[in-house]
């Protein structure tokens, strides 16, 4: 007997994609200290993990989420859907995993570039340190030294 309404079904959806969310957002901190090229990766993992859904009967077209329906069907062997959320998964990553290639790859010549800009930046500051600085600004030859009285120029 099925007693789940349509209100139910997104009610549990809501709920699951609040505690999710909460997951992702430790998974964030945890993540943190890990150097970036394998930081992003592993956060772009877990929110496929989290958030990629599969369908469990295709006649009402009800999904659930698919880490759930995998873990289910290996652990009590309930059902027949495993091999369905793993290959929804499989897509899901992959699909991920390309787009942020593509983002990647975008990133990294401005990345280069902006580094390259800063090393700019902070040997012409260098330079700049390195000279000797002028009494006068202006050219004008420094005061006398001694008790000899300077006219001032009009």
């Known amino acids: ?26 998974w964030f901190r945890l993540t943190r200290w890990i150097w970036r090229w394998l930081r992003e990766p592993l956060r772009l993992l877990m929110a496929v993990l989290l958030l990629s859904p599969t369908i469990v009967d295709p006649v009402k077209e009800q999904f659930a989420p698919a880490v759930a329906i995998t873990a289910l069907d290996l652990l009590l062997k309930v059902g027949n859907n495993a091999w369905r959320a793993i290959s929804d998964l499989l897509m ?63």
């Open 92 to 154: 899901y990553a992959m699909i991920a995993f390309g787009l942020y290639l593509v983002f990647v790859l975008i990133r990294w010549p401005i990345e280069r570039a902006a580094k390259a800009r800063r090393e700019e930046k902070a040997a012409a500051a260098a330079a700049v340190a390195a000279e000797p600085e002028d009494d006068e600004p202006y050219g004008r030859p420094p005061a006398p030294v001694g008790g000899m009285r300077v006219e001032p120029r009009l």
């Open 1 to 26: 007997m099925d007693t789940m309404t349509e209100n139910d079904y997104l009610t549990a959806w809501g709920l699951y994609a609040f505690a999710a969310l909460g997951c992702l957002l430790v």
